[in-house]
């Protein structure tokens, strides 16, 4: 048998290795030109008034929920349906995270369950873009003013994806993205943080160098010498170096492409399942052009085990995105229980992410859908 075909995975050119190998062979391996490079193509893409890089998707959400200044006491509403590191990030702030359920759909935080599950002490409401699809941004912000809180959007799915014509990234008080290898677009391991106010967007970079303030103008010890920088509030170092920066520039030159691809392969397994009996494609507003992440196939029935079986015995490597965050044992030993969210524990049951990257070949997409028939019907 022929290796697993993976669910997701980079697309690699001759011009993202020749753009890293010429960072290799110049002066700055990290905190050099790339950086800045990269952070303003981000800026251009996505139309965030600024974009701070990150090292990975997770470091991009700590980065953002200390920017927004949460700690013990606050709350943080959130969706269970997505991956652990968007409610872990504000726990290690020492924050509350309330579990707000998802669209029978979409999957994506329900508006009126998260209006539901705001207090007096929400401090951020962060969405999650399941699979590429934009959460229903105009009513979460709606509920975040309500209750007086920033919004953040986890789009670590969702870079390229358009929400009534406006982009990811403008859509948020900060937006994450994340470009680990199976993501829309990749640097290995890295993110970024994207700010639509430069005063959050400002506290986000500092967070991610250390809290290290360099401007004179800000020092409490301005006179202490050319070398000097204060820490103000303390951070970490997030940097993503040079070498990294270079290829996420080399990927984002390439994103429309990407977008294109996706979407094609997304139409495809659309008109080719939608009609089959025991399974549902994703849903899709009207209003929202995804960058698509995954495809997210319900398998109805209670087969999802079954169909999962046949689809990894035949070679398709196909994965389960997710298990909701209060399922996990850590969570649990904090008091989540099983049963609060039914409509993202319901998705859950349901779910199978079939094989969605770029360089996915025709004949492997129509393996993937064949397999998926045979599954279906034995
Ligand atoms: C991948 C992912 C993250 C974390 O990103 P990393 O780059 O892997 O740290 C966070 N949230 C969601 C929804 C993700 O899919």
């Not at 980079?10 to 960072?23: K, L, M, N, P, T």
């Not at 929202?288 to 046949?310: A, I």
Request: aromatic fraction near 8%; charged fraction near 25%.
């Amino acid at each position: 048998m022929s290796a697993l075909l993976p669910y997701g995975r980079q697309s690699i050119s001759e011009g993202d290795i020749d753009a890293v190998a010429a960072v290799l062979r110049g002066d700055w391996l990290t905190t050099g030109p790339a950086v800045a490079e990269f952070e303003q193509a981000l800026v251009n893409f996505t139309g965030a008034a600024t974009c701070v890089s990150v090292t990975s998707g997770t470091a991009a959400l700590h980065v953002a929920y200390a920017a927004a200044g949460i700690g013990p006491g606050d709350e943080v509403v959130t969706t269970p349906l997505t991956f652990a590191a968007t409610a872990s990030c504000a726990i290690l702030l020492g924050a509350t995270v309330v579990f707000a359920d998802v669209e029978e759909d979409t999957g994506n935080l329900d508006a009126q369950a998260a209006e539901s599950a705001v207090t007096s002490r929400t401090k951020v409401v962060a969405a999650v873009d399941f699979a590429g699809h934009p959460a229903e941004m105009d009513a979460l912000r709606k509920v975040a003013d309500g209750a007086g809180a920033l919004l953040i959007e986890d789009a670590a799915h969702s870079i390229g994806s358009l929400y009534h014509d406006r982009k990811v990234g403008t859509l948020a008080d900060l937006t994450t993205f994340s470009f680990f290898p199976t993501k829309n677009m990749t640097t290995g391991e890295g993110g970024a943080v994207a700010a639509v106010d430069p005063v959050l967007g400002q506290r986000a970079a500092r967070f991610h160098n250390h809290g290290l303030v360099r401007d004179r103008a800000e020092q409490r010890y301005p006179d202490e010498g050319p070398w000097h920088q204060e820490v103000h509030e303390v951070g970490l170092n997030y940097r993503l170096p040079d070498v990294l920066c270079v290829l996420g520039t080399s990927q984002l030159a390439r994103i429309d492409a990407f977008k294109a691809r996706r979407r094609e392969i997304s139409r495809r397994y659309d008109e080719e399942l939608a009609d089959l009996d025991g399974v549902r494609v994703p849903a899709r507003r009207p209003y929202v052009d995804p960058m698509w992440h995954l495809y997210p196939l319900r398998v109805l029935g209670g087969r999802r085990r079954e169909v999962f079986d046949k689809l990894r015995a035949a070679g398709i490597g196909v994965q389960v995105n997710y298990i909701p965050v209060y399922w996990h044992p850590a969570f649990e030993d904090m008091g989540y229980r099983r049963g609060m969210c039914p409509r993202a524990e319901a998705y859950y049951l349901e779910e199978i992410s079939l094989p969605m990257f770029v360089d996915l070949t025709e004949d492997d997409q129509s393996r993937v859908i064949d397999a998926v028939r045979r599954a279906l019907a034995g």
